[in-house]
């Protein structure tokens, strides 16, 4: 069991930047993928990043990348999404999940665990 909580969200002016926090409890931390998720009003959540297990894969979506960048401390059971350059469509509630098997990444049914989630708002 791995339960995950989310931090660092806000509200921030375009172009800023902002550090989200995933902090994970249990000892078996360092066994999960971890990826982020987002979601926006009326949107389905949508697929954000992902890092394996030892940090050495990481995968962006296509809308984030050079922009954003996922990384993770395993002896701090933590994992980071930096977000520069932030855009009004970066607006969404951003959720950390981890999984097993890095597969089908991009897929939310592949995640075992799932936080509740932190509010990001860009302004224009």
């Known amino acids: 069991q791995v339960q995950l909580v989310e931090s660092g969200g806000g509200l921030v002016q375009a172009g800023g930047s902002l550090r989200l926090s995933c902090a994970a409890s249990?000892?078996?931390?360092?066994?999960?993928?971890m990826g982020w998720f987002r979601q926006a009003p009326g949107k389905e959540r949508e697929f954000v990043a992902v890092i394996s297990s030892g940090g050495s894969r990481i995968y962006y979506a296509d809308s984030v990348k050079g922009r954003f960048t996922i990384s993770r401390d395993n002896d701090k059971n933590t994992v980071y999404l930096q977000m520069n350059s932030l855009k009004p469509e970066d607006t969404a509630v951003y959720y950390c999940?981890?999984?097993?098997?890095?597969?089908?990444?991009?897929?939310?049914?592949?995640?075992?665990?799932w936080g509740q989630g932190t509010q990001v708002t860009v302004s224009s």
């Open positions: 999940a981890a999984t097993t098997f890095l597969y089908s990444y991009t897929r939310r049914d592949e995640y075992n665990y």
């Open positions: 249990g000892r078996t931390f360092s066994r999960y993928a």
